[in-house]
């Protein structure tokens, strides 16, 4: 069975950083890319970015390019988001998935449908 773990969740002034890591675990797990997601009161599910494992390609959402980090270790099927500079605007549970599918040239897919395991989430809040 696949598990991924989300963790370092937290409050924070805005401005600030925080450093997010998902770990997976599962004797079938081989994802070919990693995704981060976020999900704020009342809105839809969006995804922030993420990692292609046979690309080594990253994809970020425009609200965050420059800001975000997304790094990984593929031998330890683990993925990190280093998130600089918060906003109250990145207060969200913010999710980590992964794909089985092969993402065409590396590109990130956008939509939820896509991703095969979740985990739990892990709060983030930005305080003005």
């Known amino acids: 069975q696949v598990q991924l773990v989300e963790s370092g969740g937290g409050v924070v002034q805005a401005g600030g950083s925080l450093r997010l890591s998902c770990a997976a675990s599962g004797r079938s797990f081989r994802p070919s890319g990693m995704g981060w997601f976020r999900q704020a009161p009342g809105k839809e599910r969006e995804v922030v970015g993420g990692?292609?494992?046979?690309?080594?390609?990253?994809s970020y959402a425009d609200s965050v390019k420059g800001r975000f980090t997304v790094s990984g270790a593929n031998a330890k099927n683990t993925v990190y988001l280093q998130m600089n500079s918060l906003k109250p605007a990145d207060t969200a549970v913010y999710y980590c998935?992964?794909?089985?599918?092969?993402?065409?040239?590396?590109?990130?897919?956008?939509?939820?449908?896509?991703?095969?395991?979740w985990g739990k989430g892990t709060q983030v809040t930005v305080s003005s």
């Open positions: 998935a992964a794909d089985r599918s092969v993402w065409p040239a590396g590109v990130l897919p956008t939509s939820r449908g896509n991703y095969d395991y």
């Open positions: 990692m292609s494992w046979l690309s080594g390609r990253v």
